[in-house]
């Protein structure tokens, strides 16, 4: 099995982090105000209590999350199938229905296609496209494979002239 990990854009790291320093800060706050104020000044226990659990049921929620981005986020290719797998959020198909890949030099973006509507782009680093491409050529060599560069594409000009 080939594992690529995921490429976040600088703001999305940026993000990420924020958001891991949020979920501790708010734990943190949160266990402040049960120390601090706890349920005596409450008429009702109950609505304090709540308030502190659903707090720190957030906070540890939102800190699994965006960790889980952190460490779970990448593209795997075994024999059969190409998982993408984003946090805890994966997905599986089959090379099989992989109907094309391409490598679009202009945008400098990797799409697979599964068909005339149907494709996602592969988030990784440039250096590994070559090694994304081979490893599902590998799986099944059926799959056509084609770069678009600005050499490649007719201009509108040369359709107007016909």
């Known amino acids: 099995m080939k594992i690529f990990k995921y490429k976040f854009t600088k703001f999305m790291t940026a993000a990420i982090y924020i958001g891991i320093a949020l979920a501790v800060a708010a734990a943190g706050v949160n266990t ?14 109950v609505y304090p209590i709540l308030q502190y659990t659903l707090m720190y049921l957030v ?46 030099r202009n945008t400098n973006k990797l799409t697979v296609h599964f068909g005339e509507n149907n494709f996602f782009v592969i988030v990784v680093k440039e250096a ?19 770069v678009n560069s600005k050499e490649n594409k007719p201009d509108k000009d040369d359709k107007n002239k016909d």
């Open 32 to 45: 402040y105000f049960v120390i601090a104020e706890g349920t005596t000044s409450a008429v009702n226990p």
């Open 59 to 104: 906070s540890v929620l939102l800190f699994i999350i965006l960790i889980s981005l952190l460490v779970s986020s990448y593209y795997s290719i075994d024999g059969k199938t190409l998982t993408t797998s984003f946090g805890i959020i994966k997905s599986k198909y089959e090379i099989s229905k992989i109907t094309d890949v391409v490598l679009d």
């Open 128 to 146: 590994w496209y070559e090694e994304f491409i081979q490893a599902i050529l590998k799986a099944n060599p059926k799959i056509s494979y084609t």
